[in-house]
């Protein structure tokens, strides 16, 4: 197992790494090897095509013949070549991480994103660390399965369509009528059967195919296989992702919320080749920028004021309108923040989050303290549509030690301004909360 943070080069020659010979890993924050084998496949599989449409981020960049860096995810990565596995953590400080620290936050973001009850979390889970993440995931998921199953999966009833030499249900007269040769003795008949094929089961069992094809652990590995023989009827799902969406709420099925969010972070984060039947080489993937977001998003909403509410990614503004010749007018180049601030119908407050690391200590016209230039003009571009040119804009950026203070607020105008402010990971808050309480 070798394990880096986002942002590591990884290379197909040798260069001098960390190894924990114990746990056969490979401990190296910044740059480590794989083979050329696993270089050219995961260029392969994960080098997307540049496209100005989308802002999602490349899983690789800087592209090379004997090596590349990576995106801003984490996660894992399993290689079909010499049994190579990749661990990829988040990049918390600058320098080397402190990896343990690293694993932790992100378990903590995740519990949040995926609305993993508080009750579940103890302080003894939070600080293991010696499961590579999608080892920990899968137990964790393998656990509330175990706990379902004790308690019973829930059986609703299927119409089914059968031919039996008996009557059972509703004869389908005219399939009977149309009957062929040799057939006389059988009837077509339609039928309720009190099942366990539940949206819920399939989702639960697919996710469990999935989990078994990725572990290496001996025991998830023995008590998957023994809850694969107790499931073995209930079918899986052809699109997992899409069926998500027919998970049914409520009290009736209140014995599944806790296994719920295992299931969403297994099958939505999930390579998804490897969800249409390829089956060479995988990965369980998040993408740091986005799980930063939701995650501000989360706390952000458990601190407003009364009276107040936060809206993500507000309805859609449009940088221009435009009519083509002979044509009807259209609306281009939409603005989307990730965060706004509401009083009731009245936008008060625009936020935006960058999973980026700036410096305070950059503070001169040159560097700029490492914001983009592109994003203050993306700001100003919110604030106008948004604000009508008067009122608060903020720029959210993770805490690190470069970044520990809300920097001095930036002026578009007299009636329009902007506020950078550090989000601390470890504690879950806006530093600067103040202020932006002093805005609403």
Not at 60 to 69: A, G, H, Q
């Amino acid at each position: 197992m070798i394990t880096v943070t986002e942002y590591a080069e990884l290379q197909s020659y040798q260069k001098t790494v960390v190894t924990d010979k114990a746990e056969n890993t490979v401990i190296a924050s910044r740059s480590a090897y794989i083979s050329q084998e696993t270089l050219n496949w995961m260029v392969d599989k994960y080098q997307a095509p540049h496209s100005e449409k989308t802002e999602q981020v490349p899983v690789l960049d800087e592209v090379r013949r004997n090596s590349f860096k990576l995106g801003a995810y984490v996660g894992y990565i399993q290689s079909p070549f010499n049994d190579e596995q990749i661990q990829i953590l988040p990049k918390i400080e600058l320098g080397d991480s402190d990896m343990g620290k690293a694993k932790k936050i992100l378990k903590n973001m995740l519990f949040e994103v995926y609305n993993i009850r508080p009750k579940e979390i103890s302080e003894a889970d939070l600080e293991q660390t010696d499961l590579p993440l999608h080892e920990w995931i899968i137990q964790r998921f393998l656990e509330e399965l175990e706990q379902l199953i004790h308690h019973g999966l829930k059986r609703d009833y299927e119409l089914l369509q059968d031919e039996q030499p008996y009557l059972k249900g509703r004869l389908l007269v005219q399939q009977q009528i149309n009957h062929g040769i040799g057939k006389d003795h059988l009837f077509a008949i339609e039928y309720d059967e009190f099942l366990f094929n539940g949206i819920e089961n399939r989702l639960i069992k697919t996710a469990l195919i999935y989990a078994l094809e990725m572990t290496r652990n001996d025991h998830s590995i023995a008590i998957g296989h023994d809850f694969t023989e107790l499931i073995q009827e209930i079918p899986t799902c052809h699109d997992p992702v899409e069926s998500l969406g027919q998970w049914r709420e409520g009290k009736l099925f209140s014995q599944y919320e806790d296994i719920k969010p295992w299931c969403e972070l297994l099958l939505l984060n999930i390579n998804p080749s490897f969800q249409n039947g390829e089956r060479h080489g995988m990965s369980l993937l998040f993408s740091m920028p986005q799980l930063f977001e939701k995650y501000v998003a989360k706390k952000l909403q458990t601190q407003l004021k009364i009276g107040h509410r936060l809206q993500i990614q507000p309805s859609r503004q449009t940088l221009v309108s435009h009519t083509p010749k002979n044509r009807t007018l259209q609306n281009w180049f939409a603005l989307e923040p990730d965060l706004a601030i509401y009083k009731g119908s009245d936008c008060q407050v625009i936020l935006d989050t960058k999973w980026k690391f700036i410096h305070h200590d950059k503070a001169n016209s040159t560097e700029k303290y490492g914001i983009s230039q592109a994003d203050l003009y993306q700001m100003y571009a919110y604030g106008n549509k948004y604000l009508g040119q008067k009122g608060q804009l903020i720029l959210i950026y993770p805490k690190h030690q470069k970044l520990t203070d809300y920097l001095p607020h930036f002026s578009y105008s007299n009636e329009l301004s902007l506020l950078v402010l550090p989000f601390d990971l470890e504690k879950g808050i806006l530093v600067g909360q103040e202020l932006v309480e002093a805005m609403i």
